[in-house]
């Protein structure tokens, strides 16, 4: 019942009273509620203020009361002191403006004032110019005179006038940050304030000759399915424009780019009449299908040479008819799970089929999706993390399928040229960055004989000189960081996997020393932010990827290509795969599966995905071509040297993007699926 009705109702009461006290009385009580009415107004909180009403009655600071006639309409109004804010109402008003009340009964407000916090005396203005130009901006009244960034203090409520002086050989393009456009910015400063001056430099021939730092990053073990298969159902979420992206077919829409909808790839499984001790005996009538992990800690999954060849083509390891048939990685996830000791508990492998999306890996979904990335960019041998690695840093490893000193045929250090070295010999700065923690190197200062062991240049004869020949190129991570603060990045750096540290992604062979990846993710967030808030930003790029695809599935089939050095596989031991019989993939002819790559550069073309099939040697290409390098072998002089995933005429980042704070919150367990 409304104020008016119980008004009304009382009126009606009232009258009816005087009827029946008409018939045998010959006076009338007048009903208490035809009287007037008390209006109480009280203030609560630490601040001040007055409240007034309309019509006139209450006026007060503290507390107060006023009467009215029943069924006044009164409208009271908080007016704070200078150094309060009004917080609201309370009682019979509720929010922060007018309060309206129509009286039929006695009624009390509350008015909540509080203190507001004095502005400072002084505030602090930030200029930071972005782009690939240089020039200075200045500040009237002076303050400001910088070329890359600096700050200056101001009294409170100073009119500060910047402008931009852009150098003869670039030009002026805008701000951003607290002003717009391309005039004079001009500021009332009332609270510290942040602005960006853009500047571009006149276009060079090449483009990529603008990028004067490339810094790369291989992570351990995940497969292109396995971290970015769910990346057009994030795309949907966050209202990013769809386009072709060839990731796990269940996120595909019904219509538009191509590839479409289709239901979620299976495997066979693990015939269950046969369970351990018997091995995975391979059953077509038992499939697993792709799922969701929910758990950010796995047991581990094999990419090694003869898994690998499994993996491809269960009944066809040695590539006979390709492209693959991808039926192999649940086999191979529960034989492997069987035969090791002890036992993992995921016996049938379905662990091979899991993905993570865009909340698990919300980092990376982000970067992904806002600079450059591709749904064709693989590893480069049919193999484990050593032979690919060696790839990454000198285009081949000399016929290695297994890890340096697995047997005799692979103990010696390889004599590969690697990029280092050919840097070293054009003058090119560089150094190769180790994160020391859990590695059991002593230190600071380190031994760096110790952390080279941390590193994968230790099996190249040119990688057991870098301590004693070039120790100033060896550096651990909190050099990294504080080459970034003192604009002292070399020109090509690597940051090795913090393998020791638990923070390398790789699925655990250990239930008492699970790998969060999630960690690992956030490990790497660290280590590109820095980047992107750094005065090496505006001329850098950084490129992001994973070794091996780590015995997860992809439903991609590796694709043909060049072997780097006319060496055939040198090591493989008798009963593997290809030791007996050869095929296409029994040779360095082929490309590993797809694994994620993200290109971040303040030129990295806005959500861009490159089709354009690639491995990861493509990083050398890169380099090479910047340089003027001459290619290493014949495998990275096949590649493309990435300048399609750059926009150097229209930088799209000068002002990077902001992140999300990567999840570490998801369930680490070993011990169940999913």
């Known amino acids: ?35 007037s009415i008390e209006l109480t107004v009280q203030k609560a909180g630490t601040g001040g203020g007055t409240v007034t009403s309309s019509p006139s009655g209450i006026s007060c600071g503290v507390a107060c009361t006023g009467s009215f006639g029943s069924g006044t309409s009164v409208t009271l109004a908080a007016k704070p002191d200078a150094n309060s804010l009004f917080a609201g109402w309370s009682g019979a008003c509720s929010g922060t403006s007018t309060c309206a009340i129509s009286l039929a009964i006695q009624t009390s ?29 200045t500040s009237a009244p002076a303050g400001i005179s910088c070329g890359l960034m600096c700050s200056a203090s101001f009294a409170t409520g100073t009119s500060v006038l910047l402008t931009a002086n852009p150098s003869a050989s670039s030009t002026f393009t805008g701000w951003t940050g607290a002003c717009s456009g391309t005039a004079p910015c001009s500021l009332t400063l009332d609270s510290d304030t942040s602005v960006w001056a853009n500047l571009s430099a006149a276009p060079t021939s090449g483009g990529l000759t603008s990028l004067n730092h490339i810094v790369f990053m291989v992570q351990e073990h995940s497969s292109f399915d396995n971290h970015f298969g769910a990346m057009r159902e994030y795309w949907a979420k966050n209202r990013y424009p769809d386009q072709s992206f060839d990731g796990l077919p269940q996120f595909n829409p019904t219509s538009g780019a191509a590839p479409l909808y289709a239901p979620p790839p299976t495997n066979p499984g693990c015939n269950p009449a046969f369970p351990p001790p018997n091995d995975c005996v391979y059953d077509a009538s038992n499939p697993v299908a792709s799922f969701h992990l929910k758990s950010v800690c796995t047991e581990n999954t094999s990419s090694s040479w003869n898994e690998s060849h499994v993996s491809w083509n269960y009944h066809d390891q040695l590539g006979l008819y390709p492209p693959a048939a991808l039926d192999g990685f649940v086999f191979v996830a529960g034989h492997d799970a069987r035969n090791y000791r002890p036992p993992f508990t995921d016996v049938s492998g379905i662990r091979a089929m899991g993905y993570y999306d865009g909340n698990d890996f919300n980092y990376y979904y982000f970067m992904a999706s806002n600079f450059a990335t591709s749904d064709r960019w693989f590893h480069p041998v049919m193999s484990r993390t050593g032979a690919n690695r060696e790839y990454v840093i000198a285009g081949t490893s000399q016929g290695r399928v297994y890890p340096n000193g697995m047997n005799a045929d692979d103990s010696s250090l390889l004599t590969a ?8 010999n054009a003058g090119i700065t560089w150094k190769i960055y180790v994160n020391p923690d859990g590695s059991g190197c002593s230190g600071p200062p380190y031994d760096l004989t110790c952390l080279l062991k941390q590193t994968y240049v230790q099996p190249f004869v040119f990688g057991q000189s870098i301590p004693t020949m070039y120790p100033q190129n060896f550096a651990t991570m909190s050099q990294y960081f504080t080459d970034l603060q003192n604009d002292t990045l070399p020109q090509v750096a690597i940051i090795e996997p913090a393998t020791a540290a638990g923070l390398d992604e790789h699925a655990s062979s250990d239930h008492a020393m699970p790998t969060n990846v999630q960690l690992g993710a956030n490990y790497a967030s660290s280590i590109i932010n820095a980047l992107m808030e750094s005065r090496s930003w505006k001329d850098s790029a950084f490129i992001f990827t994973y070794d091996e695809y780590g015995g997860l599935y992809d439903h991609v089939s590796p694709q043909v290509t060049v072997n780097p050095d006319g060496i055939t596989p040198i090591d493989i031991n008798p009963g593997d795969v290809c030791s007996n019989a050869t095929g296409p993939i029994c040779d360095f002819t082929y490309t590993g599966y797809r694994v994620p790559l993200i290109v971040v550069s303040p030129f990295a073309k806005k959500n861009y995905v490159s089709h354009t099939i690639a491995d990861t040697t493509a990083i050398l290409r890169l380099i090479e071509t910047r340089f003027n390098l001459p290619p290493l072998t014949e495998r990275d002089a096949a590649q493309p040297d990435m300048t399609e995933f750059f926009d150097f005429k229209n930088p799209p980042w000068v002002k990077p993007p902001t992140p999300p704070t990567q999840n570490i919150d998801g369930a680490c367990y070993m011990d169940h699926l999913p």
């Open 109 to 137: 407000v509350t008015a909540k004032f509080n203190a507001s916090e004095p502005p400072p005396a002084t505030v602090q203005l930030t200029v930071t110019t972005l782009g690939t130009g240089t020039g200075t901006v």
């Open 1 to 35: 019942m409304t104020q008016a009705e119980v008004v009304s109702r009382l009126f009606f009461v009232a009258f009816l009273s005087i009827l029946v006290t008409g018939c045998g009385s010959s006076h009338v009580t007048p009903h208490s509620s035809l009287s």
């Open 417 to 424: 040229t690697m990029i280092f070295e050919v840097l070293q």
